[in-house]
């Protein structure tokens, strides 16, 4: 694992092959527990070719000043993500308007 959270990675490789692969990545929420939002693909063996993008939503916990994952939740298609995405809107766009005040984020 690593120390520093900017250097956490979900790239897999086995027998010289990269079968996970990070297209991109997010960090959600820094410190001794920190979330990582990470856009990948998989290699399909059989197809020979990387599959669809995928996101997943990592916790890490810092113990002895190094990160370990803690859990994880994968979004494995683009309709799962459009519905998380259609329920978050819907959950915090009533509570905005509930408490007049705008939602903000952590790090704010």
Do not use: C
Request: glycine share 4%; aromatic share 10%.
């Amino acid at each position: 694992m690593s120390e520093r959270v900017e250097d956490l990675s979900i790239e897999y490789s086995e027998d010289g092959v990269l079968l996970v692969k990070q297209l991109d990545k997010e960090i959600l929420t820094k410190g001794n527990w920190s979330t990582i939002m990470y856009l990948f693909q998989e290699w399909d063996k059989r197809e020979e070719k990387y599959g669809p993008e995928k996101v997943s939503i990592r916790r890490y916990q810092k113990r002895n000043g190094v990160y370990r994952q803690q859990s994880k939740f994968n979004i494995s298609n683009v309709k799962q993500a459009k519905e998380i995405i259609r329920v978050l809107d819907k959950w915090f766009h009533t509570a905005e308007e509930d408490s007049g005040v705008e939602a903000k984020t952590e790090e704010e």
